[in-house]
């Protein structure tokens, strides 16, 4: 039992933090919003440059071959810059699903790719979100996923259809691709409309949600806690700064007991972050209940603290200009992506024995 | 990043079970599954002492002293074997949580050849004497005052809401030493016998029913000169570095007894079909999610701790568990409904879920109330400006 990172991990986090923080700037992030939600050249620093997208893709497909530790890492610290990447969708989310359950021929086909960023994938979870659902027949996938993140931007599209899993390249025939104008425009939504579109599907479907959805959940509860984190930190910085009264607002209590709050929970969604990620790493009993956990916790406690960041800012913090918003609108998209707080939670109480004979 | 213990760590694990298992299915069936701290104290000193002897009773503390030199990851297995086992809360868990770690680290050699195997064999039980009528979250405006007389510490005050007290032969009291000296400075950290004539131990009864804390009224008391920790002055630095071991490998025991009421709601909830209502199984799932989240949180500051690094969430600790103990009994009385709100007999007192609903009242007051928490957190983890200080009397 040793529950903090290794040296070798707390040099990846180092890396990732100087990383971000010094790409994944404000200014970058919003003309990346302006456009398709991608900062392309981000990217391909991520990818390529830094070549760490693929730490949980094995090192014989193209990857770092490390786990969800690493994962969560990455993914923590490009949420707290909201990093405007297809990082959820393409390595959270399509990448373990092809991982888990494609043929080798499949892996081999893609996973290097993937990796090295050379295609960007997404998911579509069609039963998840309201979508109308998606049905594969002979070979073809006819129906429609509603809410797929970057969906106008990627190359690939790992469907999640109501009797398979089919993988569906850009500009396969019959697919339609509505870019949405959403709220959270560093993830932007796309539909997508498959008519009878001729697809290959995945060996094994079921492996394959399931790795999509447990890795899924994680890349955004760590999105989550680095956002929080952000939050509370930006908005300690501003409350030092802001003279009213005569004084420091931060010296207020009740703005400082506020700002406590935050902190409790942000340690808590630290702890449950990295306690679903060591859980999924060893395969451990309690990986589904400690996934569940942190999805809704963190996504919670991103929720609360992006809403005070914008209060303890007061007219600032409600402008375009300012970056509260674009935290307080990824906490959104964070908390409804893939299943609600309450939904989680749910979950749980039935994995805690709730349905059990009294 | 690893959860899981080696092999070596499982043969401990299945040491501590088969012995607790032993002893809590003979000699001490009695004690086992009692919850409140006040309930058959002779049987729990016997307890104490029981552990004591076989070596199971502090293991963390070296060898030397009447522990286990167990590592961290021992540590944490023995207090989850404890709960597990169903073994009763420790009668002395001030003198082992609280003044055996505050001797350890500031007491001279002699101290902790006095003091230490003695808390560890269960002889001698500790309590603790801080708050006082004028001096409770503003805990450095204590009154208490002690001075030296030949070859004694003679003192003269009163110290309130002492837990315990009624069942302890020690008490570690912070006093004033320095005349006319005011706030942290001028105190001391003196360690005072409880059975002798200048100390008197009032019960103050709870709104559990209950009497677990005391007023403590000292009147010419009297304590060998040696009987301080650090220098005199000192005792406000003694007194803030045993804060830091409120959050010891101790929270990991008390989160298995939380385990064990939490499976109390659930089992309450299960039968009387709550279990079924989707706002009732929202709470459940939460303070299921909390439990996990402390133990956790717990291995992370452990971890750090043992690194030698302090990790600034450890000052969470409190306020996390406080709450999340009130919010469990406020659950358990919604599971429980009405019927939860009486009891059979002519006696006030309640079954262990109930009193866990006015029990839990206090614990976001004692040991620094939520609002001194947040306090602590805003200034000391995130570097916001300190209170104000008034200057009313
Ligand atoms: C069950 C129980 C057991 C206890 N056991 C012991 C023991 O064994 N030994 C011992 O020494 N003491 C013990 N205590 C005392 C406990 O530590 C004090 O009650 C606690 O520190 C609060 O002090 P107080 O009661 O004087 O409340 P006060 O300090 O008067 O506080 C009253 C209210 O004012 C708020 N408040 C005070 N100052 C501030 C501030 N600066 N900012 C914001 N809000 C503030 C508090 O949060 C609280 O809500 C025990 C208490 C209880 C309830």
């Known amino acids: 039992m040793h529950f903090a990172f290794t040296d070798e991990q707390a040099m990846i986090a180092e890396t990732a933090k100087t990383f971000f923080a010094e790409n994944a700037t404000s200014e970058r992030t919003r003309a990346a919003m302006a456009d398709t939600g991608i900062d392309k050249a981000l990217w391909q620093a991520f990818t390529s440059e830094l070549g760490l997208a693929g730490v949980a893709i094995p090192e014989a497909l193209g990857g770092v071959g490390l786990g969800m530790v690493e994962l969560a890492i990455f993914a923590e610290e490009a949420g707290r810059h909201t990093a405007a990447l297809p990082l959820l969708a393409s390595l959270g989310l399509a990448a373990p699903a092809i991982l888990a359950g494609g043929t080798d021929e499949q892996k081999a086909r893609f996973l290097p790719r993937i990796a090295s960023g050379e295609l960007m994938a997404s998911f579509a979870a069609v039963n998840m979100g309201g979508t109308p659902g998606a049905t594969l027949s002979d070979g073809t996938l006819t129906g429609a996923a509603l809410l797929v993140p970057h969906g106008a931007s990627t190359d690939l599209f790992v469907v999640a259809a109501d009797n398979g899993v089919a993988i569906v390249e850009r500009g396969a025939l019959g697919l339609g691709i509505t870019p949405l104008t959403s709220m959270d425009q560093t993830r932007p939504y796309a539909r997508l409309d498959f008519g009878g579109v001729a697809v290959e599907t995945l060996a094994d479907p079921r492996a394959a949600v399931h790795a999509a959805l447990t890795t899924g959940w994680l890349a955004i509860a760590a999105d989550a806690l680095g956002g929080a984190q952000a939050c509370l930190d930006r908005t300690v910085a501003y409350t030092q700064e802001r003279i009213q009264f005569g004084r420091s607002i931060g010296s207020f209590q009740a703005v400082k007991h506020r700002l406590a709050d935050m902190m409790v929970a942000i340690e808590q969604a630290r702890s449950a972050v990295y306690w679903a990620a060591c859980a999924i790493d060893e395969r451990s009993d309690e990986a589904a209940f400690a996934v569940h956990a942190a999805k809704a916790f963190a996504c919670d406690t991103y929720t609360h603290c992006a809403g005070e960041m914008i209060q303890l800012h007061g007219g600032i913090g409600f402008t375009w200009e300012h970056d509260a918003h674009l935290y307080f609108k990824r906490a959104r998209s964070n908390a409804s992506l893939l299943g609600t707080p309450d939904w989680h939670r749910e979950q749980v109480a039935g994995l805690a024995g709730l349905d059990d004979a009294a | ?393």
């Open chain 2, 1 to 393: 990043m690893k959860l899981g213990f080696s092999p070596e760590e499982e043969v401990f694990r299945a040491e501590a079970a088969a012995w607790l298992k032993a002893e809590l299915e003979g000699a001490f069936a009695d004690v086992r599954g009692l919850t409140s701290l006040t309930e058959m104290p002779e049987r729990r000193r016997d307890w104490e002492r029981r552990l004591g002897d076989a070596g199971w009773s502090c293991v963390g503390w070296p060898r030397a002293y009447g522990g286990r030199d167990a590592t961290l990851a021992q540590q944490v297995i023995f207090a989850e074997e404890y709960a597990r086992a169903g073994a009763p809360p420790r009668l002395n868990h001030i003198g082992i949580e609280l003044a055996g770690p505050t001797i350890l680290a500031f007491g001279s050699e002699e101290q902790k050849a006095r003091f230490l195997p003695a808390i560890a064999r269960g002889e001698e039980i500790w309590c603790q004497g801080y708050s006082e009528p004028g001096a409770g979250s503003d805990l450095a405006n204590v009154r208490t005052r002690a001075w030296r007389e030949g070859g004694d510490w003679v003192i003269e005050g009163q110290k309130v809401w002492t837990s315990l007290a009624q069942f302890s032969d020690w008490i570690f009291v912070i006093a004033r030493t320095e005349e006319g000296s005011k706030g942290p400075k001028g105190l001391s950290f003196l360690l005072v016998p409880v059975d002798q004539s200048g100390v008197t131990v009032r019960p103050i009864h709870q709104i559990t029913g209950e009497a677990e804390f005391n007023e403590t009224f000292f009147d010419d008391a009297r304590t060998a000169a040696e009987s301080i920790l650090g220098e005199p002055g000192d005792g406000w630095k003694v007194a803030m570095g045993l804060l830091g071991f409120e959050r010891g490998v101790s929270t990991l025991a008390q989160q298995m007894g939380f385990r064990n009421e939490l499976d109390a709601v659930i089992a309450a909830a299960r039968a009387n079909g709550e279990a079924k209502n989707p706002l009732i199984r929202q709470r459940i799932a939460k303070a299921e999610i909390g439990l996990k989240l402390m133990r956790y949180g717990a291995l992370r500051m452990l971890t750090d701790a043992e690194g030698g690094r302090l990790n600034p969430s450890a000052l969470t600790y409190k306020i996390q568990w406080a709450t999340w103990r009130r919010d469990l009994g406020e659950l358990a009385m919604d599971v429980l409904g009405q019927a939860g709100e009486t009891v059979a007999g002519h006696e006030y007192a309640f079954p262990a879920l109930p009193n866990l609903f006015l029990y839990s009242r206090a614990d976001t007051i004692y040991g620094g109330t939520n609002e001194i928490q947040r306090n602590i957190i805003a200034e000391r983890a995130l570097g916001l400006p300190r209170e104000p200080r008034g200057d009313l009397k």
